[in-house]
């Protein structure tokens, strides 16, 4: 059973920084790719940013160049820097694994940003 448990939102005003950590359960953590996502009130859930096992990321356009994704796999963590936030960044964020084509999610971790 794979657990996540992200930490690290809260209010920040535009132009701010946070970042977030998403701690894994489960010995799976190093070979698995690791990402965030988030969901916006009367929005979908969409991809921020992912990292490979090798360390490769993958950005929404939107995101690209202010946000960097990160990982430690002696701790089983991967992180989420956010630089320049602005408003519309304001949403609920959720960590997210694929272990044996199976999806795993966090409860998420709240970043509100005021203009």
């Known amino acids: 059973q794979v657990q996540l448990v992200e930490s690290g939102g809260g209010l920040v005003q535009a132009g701010g920084s946070l970042r977030l950590s998403c701690v894994t359960s489960g010995s799976a953590f190093s070979i698995s790719t690791m990402g965030w996502y988030r969901q916006a009130p009367g929005k979908q859930r969409e991809l921020v940013a992912t990292?490979?096992?090798?360390?490769?990321?993958n950005y929404a356009d939107s995101v690209q160049g202010r946000f960097t994704i990160s990982r430690d796999n002696a701790k089983n963590t991967v992180y989420l820097l956010m630089n320049s936030l602005k408003p519309e960044d304001t949403a609920l964020y959720y960590c997210?694994?694929?272990?044996?084509?199976?999806?795993?999610w966090g409860q998420g971790t709240q970043v509100t940003v005021s203009s």
């Open positions: 990292i490979t096992s090798g360390g490769s990321t």
């Open positions: 997210w694994t694929v272990v044996a084509v199976r999806d795993y």
